[in-house]
């Protein structure tokens, strides 16, 4: 396992920032205002409890090779998304990266900036692949499509939520 680095990376409409245990409550609030990523493994976001979150932010915060960031509007603050970070899943060479987006803001680029930042963050420094995980969600699959990335169908644990997810890597 590496130790890697809790970075702050900023970019022209968001930053990401480690989330600290205060804002657990305000991203229970995104993961439920995002099912169709919860909807895509089977799973309704719905169900989710603080508990939930705080074991992912928990297992996150535990784990040497892994961060969970918070996705935050850098005008107003507001949490909008989380990234979850693994360095060395699913292979030595490769970071995991699971992003998801409140769903009012996504289609505005968000998703895109938080994915170009972590991959300048990522590549060539720790790793040289970047691999995703993606349920049956169209819209998410399409978006990390557009971002270079293929489905695989190797099955993938989701870092939150129950059921089946996959690898999409590029």
């Not at 970019?11 to 804002?23: C, F, I, M, Q, S």
């Amino acid at each position: 396992m590496r130790q890697i680095e809790s970075p702050t990376l900023t970019g022209d409409y968001l930053e990401l920032r480690v989330l600290p245990e205060t804002d657990l409550p305000q991203l229970l609030k995104v993961y439920q205002g995002t099912p169709l990523y919860f909807d895509g493994l089977g799973d309704r976001a719905d169900r989710l409890t603080l508990a939930d979150v705080r074991a992912q932010w928990q297992a996150a915060h535990d784990a040497p090779d892994r961060v969970l960031l918070g996705v935050y509007h850098p005008v107003t603050g507001l949490l909008i998304g989380a990234a979850d970070v693994q360095v060395g899943i699913p292979r030595p060479e490769a970071a995991t990266v699971w992003l998801l987006i409140w769903g009012g803001f996504q289609r505005q680029g968000y998703g895109q900036e938080c994915m170009a930042l972590l991959e300048s963050w990522l590549i060539p420094g720790m790793v040289t692949t970047l691999c995703a995980i993606a349920t049956n969600n169209d819209e998410g699959i399409s978006f990390l499509e557009l971002q270079g990335f293929r489905r695989t169908d190797q099955p993938a644990d989701p870092p939150i939520g129950r059921g089946s997810a996959f690898w999409m890597c590029w």
